[in-house]
């Protein structure tokens, strides 16, 4: 059967799998949106853990999470803010004039309770990428899926499926900062802090399958730190393992998974379990595929994933491993009538700590053009949980640049924690690995794991004072932001 005919059986299809969706996660044929199209914030409640929530909703108006639109035309979009509160939203992955890029006061105003704003740009090529709040509410779940199809896309017989992961506590981003903040908040057993985080420690850098309790490593060895707070739950389209989506796939269809990873402070390993998958594109950005069947996002990240269903029946789950931890989350697709097991919200393996090692393997489809750089920034990511300060240095000054300019960020990590380093309003492309050249994937955030070095370039044609900063929330609150300023641009 082909795609679109399959689709069209869905709205029956669908009656046979037992959850029913609380908010429509439409996977399947989600229209794309041409024209103006209304986008507004608003509050919902959630139930997590048989508890109920209040977060944040962010789609159109019929309801859907997240925006899709066709590559090539405009973002043409009206956001308007339907709660009560002082907000603005940040489109991760697109590459909008500074002035509608969504950071507070970077420079445009927080959207007033009841206000609307438009913003119209080029929406660009085709990719994977996400809207969100680049406030603390962003820990509330205001963040939604900012899907861009090329036409490439709509001719595959191919079903696209849209996991959005983010980690979920039932405190306040506030009170979880505090907690960060609070002295004594990393003693050596992780009890201590108001937001009760307990730190995953390892010994050594290298052999990363060895964890131990913060409290069992060894005096003298470097210890890293993985997750600083302990979260409620690991939501995979707002749902937990407990209770998630199932996504009727069809016998021997191809699937392209979009994941995007919403979590604030809270990065995975993709793992497609039976299925193996390709790899094929990251931050919405093609590279040459790597097959796999385990893959690593970290924050603010995005992998598109292809995979070819066998010819029989089957329930297949889609898991996100939490890093160094048992804790996981996901989706699980399903051909008609297939036998659906339970699937506990805890493995029994911690998940895989982050690394470069896939980064290490990706080549652009679409390089940089070949280029010397002729600016260059060396920077320094420091800070550690006891003081919970969290910097960028460069040792060259501020990031100045002018349009025109090839630069280089040259990153290396002196601390104990890995950071997702994103930059606003253009992607880059991987050119080294703790000093080993690559001609790697373009994106727009990369990880940059504790005592490692990542270097990445960019062409500046984006005129704007443009935030390069961590993708940890909380990192970046307490002081992980930085900028590269475009000469005579503000
Ligand atoms: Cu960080």
Not at 79 to 90: A, C, F, K, P, R
Not at 175 to 181: H, I, P
Not at 282 to 287: E, F, S, T, Y
Not at 326 to 351: H, M, N
């Amino acid at each position: 059967m082909q795609r679109r005919e399959f689709l069209k059986t869905l709205a029956v299809g669908t009656a046979t799998f037992a959850p029913i969706a609380k908010f429509p996660w439409l996977n399947n044929a989600q229209a794309a949106t041409n024209g103006a199209t209304d986008v507004s914030i608003s509050k919902r409640v959630l139930e997590v853990n048989g508890k109920a929530a209040t977060v944040f909703g962010l789609g159109t108006a019929d309801g859907k999470p997240g925006l899709v639109l066709n590559s090539g035309g405009d973002f043409d979009v009206n956001l308007l803010n339907q709660t009560n509160e002082d907000t603005l939203i940040h489109w991760h992955g697109l590459t909008p004039p500074w002035g509608m890029d969504g950071v507070p006061d970077n420079p445009a105003k927080l959207l007033t309770a009841g206000e609307t704003r438009h913003y119209l740009f080029p929406v660009g090529q085709g990719g994977t990428h996400w809207m969100h709040a680049h406030t603390l509410q962003e820990q509330t779940l205001l963040a939604a899926p900012l899907i861009v199809r090329t036409a490439a896309d709509l001719a595959r017989d191919e079903q696209e499926v849209v996991i959005l992961l983010h980690d979920f506590s039932f405190k306040t981003p506030e009170e979880l900062l505090s907690g960060l903040k609070a002295p004594g908040s990393t003693d050596a057993m992780g009890h201590g802090g108001a937001a009760g985080h307990m730190r995953t420690r390892m010994q050594g850098m290298e052999g990363m399958h060895q964890q131990h309790m913060s409290g069992m490593a060894m005096q003298g060895m470097p210890s890293m730190d993985l997750n600083d707070i302990e979260y409620d739950a690991y939501l995979a389209n707002d749902r937990t393992l407990d209770d998630p989506e199932v996504v009727a796939v069809e016998k021997g269809g191809r699937v392209r998974l979009r994941i995007i990873n919403g979590a604030t402070a809270t990065a995975f390993t993709i793992d497609t379990g039976t299925l193996p998958g390709d790899l094929i594109a990251v931050d919405g950005n093609d590279v040459v595929p790597v097959s796999g069947a385990r893959f690593p996002i970290s924050m603010g990240q995005r992998l598109d994933i292809r995979l070819q269903l066998p010819p029989g029946s089957g329930a297949f789950p889609i898991l996100a491993l939490r890093e160094g931890a048992k804790e996981r989350t996901g989706i699980i697709l399903a051909t008609q009538g297939a036998d659906i097991s339970k699937l506990d919200a805890s493995g029994t393996d911690s998940g895989p700590v982050l690394d470069l090692a896939v980064e290490e393997m990706l080549l652009a489809t679409q390089s940089l053009a070949q280029r010397a750089p002729n600016r260059t920034y060396a920077l320094t990511l420091t800070g550690d949980m006891a003081s919970y300060i969290w910097e960028i240095g460069s040792a060259d000054g501020p990031m100045k640049v002018a349009t025109g300019d090839r630069v280089e960020l040259a990153m290396r990590n002196m601390s104990m924690m890995a950071h997702p380093m994103h930059l606003h309003g253009h992607h880059f492309q991987v050119v080294a690995v703790n000093g080993k050249r690559i001609n790697g994937a373009v994106r727009d955030t990369v990880l940059v794991p504790p005592m490692t070095e990542v270097a990445v370039q960019f062409d500046t044609t984006n005129p704007g004072r443009w935030p390069f900063h961590c993708h940890h929330l909380y990192h970046m609150a307490t002081g992980m932001m930085s900028f590269v300023t475009y000469e005579n641009a503000i």
